[in-house]
Nanobody, 122 residues
Framework: QVELVESGGGGVQAGGSLRLSCAAS????????MAWFRQAPGKERQFVAT????????LYADAVKGRFTISRDNAKNTVDLQMNSLKPEDTAVYYC???????????????WGQGTQVTVSS
């Protein structure tokens, strides 16, 4: 069982940066692949980034590649998403998710946080 709590969302102007953090509870956190998804109003939940349990393999959606960086600290049970050069189209609720296996599909993730709002103004 893994419980996830996101933090760090807020409002920022285009071109700015935000850092999201996800705190996980559960002794097996280090065994899960972690990911960030986002969902804008009226749209489906969208894959953003994922990281392997050792933290040595990452994958990004094309829309965020080169601007976002996912990282994790298994000793602290946290996974972060550094978001730079933000655009208005990045506006969404961002969710942290955990899964034993690699996947970019939200339906395959077992555990979810409650989400944190990111709003980018032009």
């Amino acid at each position: 069982q893994v419980e996830l709590v996101e933090s760090g969302g807020g409002g920022v102007q285009a071109g700015g940066s935000l850092r999201l953090s996800c705190a996980a509870s559960g002794r097996t956190f280090s065994l899960y692949r972690m990911a960030w998804f986002r969902q804008a109003p009226g749209k489906e939940r969208q894959f953003v980034a994922t990281i392997s349990w050792p933290g040595d393999t990452t994958l990004y959606a094309d829309a965020v590649k080169g601007r976002f960086t996912i990282s994790r600290d298994n000793a602290k049970n946290t996974v972060d998403l550094q978001m730079n050069s933000l655009k208005p189209e990045d506006t969404a609720v961002y969710y942290c998710a955990a899964n034993p296996l690699s996947s970019i599909y939200s339906t395959q993730y077992f555990y979810w946080g409650q989400g944190t709002q990111v709003t980018v103004s032009s």
